[in-house]
């Protein structure tokens, strides 16, 4: 049993994500304030998204460079609210155990390093190790519930791991602040990206909400692929 996972984004209306451009068209806390109402006991981000906002700059050095293998799940404690990270090799390099309070998870797969899963150990932040060469999605979904009791995740980006989270099946709401911009630029993030089907996910609409400063916050259901796959093929 996985937990129920909303995507939550800003974007300009023409989708793109940087938080820079956002930031000039955006009235500041808005998107965390948001992310309140919808609730949830956890948010989760890709490895570049954590390395932008929240990781050391520097990334991990290995020294042993001798994959992990399978390891069990390593709770180190119990919090009210979790931070989590999708970083296939091990490269995030953290200071704490927590971010902005929310204890870490760090999702990793068996490639990472022993002495990684060592330094995580010594921090005190938790992990789950799923999936061989790449990070299986749905096998460390199914442990957030079992062993950290997260109920409802928040997925908060970037565009790639947004990507990968509808293409397994995994999203079952899209909560979307679209603030009056346009970014237009090429080769910026976009709230879904690298997608590799060629049908379209079809949604259907939750909820609209006028807010301040001509943004809108839209809330959609993502279709189960049975329900919507036939009228939606490009
Ligand atoms: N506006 C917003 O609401 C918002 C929110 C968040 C982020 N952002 C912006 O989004 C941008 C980053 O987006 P991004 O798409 O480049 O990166 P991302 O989605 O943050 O991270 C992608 C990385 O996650 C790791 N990953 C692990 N398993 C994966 C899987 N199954 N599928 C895909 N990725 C996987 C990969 O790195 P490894 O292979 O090394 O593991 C991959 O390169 C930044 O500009 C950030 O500021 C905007």
Known sequence: MRPYIICHMASCIDGKIDGEALGAVMRHGKYEAIAKRLGGSGWICGRTTMQ???????PFFSTSNEPAGNQPVHVAREASSYAISVDTLGKLRWSSDNLDRDHLICIISEQVPSDYLKMLREKGISYIVSGAS????????????????????????????????????????????????????????TVFDGLSKSVTVALKLKSVEQLESDALWIRYEVIPAQEGEDSCKA
């Open 134 to 189: 790449s990070i299986d999605l749905t096998g460390a979904m199914d442990s957030f519930r079992k062993y950290f009791g997260i109920n409802t995740l928040l997925l908060e980006g970037g565009g790639h791991i947004n990507g990968a989270f509808v293409e397994a099946g995994l999203v079952d709401e899209v909560s979307l602040l679209l603030v009056p911009g346009i970014d237009g630029r090429h080769d910026i993030p």
């Open 52 to 58: 932008q906002h929240f990781a050391e700059p520097e």
